[in-house]
């Protein structure tokens, strides 16, 4: 299995490299930490009548930084993972960072995508950055975001689900992109009361016998994904709850300490519109641990 690592010198990177060294990988599985510079403003400054013959020079010199600060970045990831006793290699893209590395990963059939976030703040922007936002929103390459949660030893996960034929294929997927066990996979579906086709079903039905009858059908759908999911854990459990998916997602994995949530890019059900961009979008931006977002 191959994966790329977005290298941009930051602690984030940095964490995001720690992170994959924890990630069920075989030993013949390789890290390709890419190192991006981008030279395009080079060619629109200098175009200026006046002012470019007198920045060329400098501009020139600030790509050579960019350049070797980029590979520089890229070489030190790849040292600390090769000290930790994975394989790594070393690579510098040219270009807008977040299009290199989904245009790398999709030319090299990289399982995924992992960069690091730039931390919680009160705006998405700042949340997720401009890389994983790029790759996220638009590209279809899988995208780990890590982020750094004091943890050791093997990753608990929570594995979202909403039971669509698109979050099934997701479940089936996942094994094909885990080489190795988690510690722990939890397989969470969340009953939404105001989703659109729950609420038109509460105008005909008693909403505790809709909800038991809901909630009985994504213990028995639970309990088929875990049964796919069994040979990437150690454990692997189920949980239904009922509330407001994003809200769930969130509160579930900081509760119970969970390291990764992984969970689909699209999709509905009658459940929750858990796969959709707008819930997705919500944790990948929100939850506080790394997330794992699965294209299928």
């Not at 299009?99 to 919680?120: D, M, Q």
């Not at 213990?219 to 994003?246: F, M, P, W, Y």
């Amino acid at each position: 299995m191959k994966v790329v690592l977005g290298a941009d010198g930051s602690e984030h990177a940095e964490f995001a490299a720690e992170f994959l060294t924890r990630y069920p990988m075989a030993e013949d599985s390789v890290v390709d930490c890419c190192g991006v510079y981008s030279a395009s403003h080079v060619v629109t400054a200098t175009s200026h009548p006046f002012l470019g013959p007198m920045l060329v020079d400098q501009l020139a010199h600030a790509v050579d930084d960019a350049r070797d600060g980029a590979e520089a970045a890229a070489r030190r990831l790849c040292s600390f993972i090769l000290e930790r006793g994975r394989k790594a290699e070393a690579h510098l893209l040219q270009g807008d960072p977040g299009e290199e590395l989904a245009n790398y990963a999709e030319e090299t059939g990289a399982a995924f995508v992992t960069v690091g976030s730039r931390g919680l703040g009160r705006f998405d922007a700042l949340l997720l950055g401009s890389v994983g936002r790029e790759i996220a929103n638009n590209r279809r390459i899988d995208l780990l975001v890590a982020r750094r949660r004091e943890s050791s030893g093997g990753l608990k996960v929570l594995f979202a689900t909403d039971h669509s034929d698109f979050a099934e294929r997701v479940a089936t997927k996942l094994p094909t992109i885990v080489e190795g066990k988690f510690a722990e996979v939890e397989v969470l579906s969340v009953v939404d009361p105001d989703s659109k086709d729950v609420a038109f079903a509460r105008s005909s039905a008693p909403w505790d016998d809709l909800q038991a009858g809901l909630s009985g059908w994504a213990n028995d759908q639970n309990e088929a994904t875990v049964g796919k999911l069994v040979g990437i854990a150690e454990r692997c459990v189920s949980n239904v709850q009922t509330g407001h998916a994003r809200e769930a997602i969130i509160e579930r994995a900081e509760a119970a300490g969970f390291d990764l949530i992984i969970l689909g890019a699209q999709g509905r059900s009658a459940l929750s519109r858990l796969l959709i961009g707008s819930v997705s979008s919500y944790v990948l931006t929100r939850a506080k641990c790394s997330v794992l977002i699965v294209r299928a």
